[in-house]
């Protein structure tokens, strides 16, 4: 039942800005963190930012500074605002969702369908 639905990919010249957003419901006791990773064709997928709860946040390095993460926690729902794009940001990216689940303690991970991000130089 747990959904995950993202949106604001896109296309853009570097230098530009995007937000995504990820909606997510299904989750009778909550989402605990949620993110946002993305994978590039040829590479491993790799955390861009997460934010809990709480509003404790964490970064890629190569994203620091430019991206910020935030959340809704009404809505459960995750944004990224990606300022000053560079190529090297080009990638599908993923909204990540960990629901909190009575009989798992660390909880089970959840990944949206991936929206792509292509910045242009």
């Known amino acids: 039942q747990v959904q995950l639905v993202e949106s604001g990919g896109g296309l853009v010249q570097a230098g530009g800005s995007l937000r995504l957003s990820c909606a997510a419901s299904?989750?009778?006791?909550?989402?605990?963190?949620m993110g946002w990773y993305r994978q590039a064709p040829g590479n491993e997928r790799e955390m861009v930012a997460v934010i809990t709860s709480a509003g404790s946040t964490n970064y890629a390095d190569s994203v620091k500074g430019r991206f910020t993460i935030s959340r809704d926690n009404t809505k459960n729902t995750v944004y990224l605002q990606m300022n000053s794009l560079k190529p090297e940001d080009t990638a599908l990216y993923y909204c990540y969702a960990n629901a909190r689940v009575t009989w798992r303690p660390r909880g089970y991970d959840y990944w949206g369908q991936g929206t792509q991000v292509t910045v242009s130089s």
């Open positions: 299904g989750s009778m006791f909550g989402f605990p963190a």
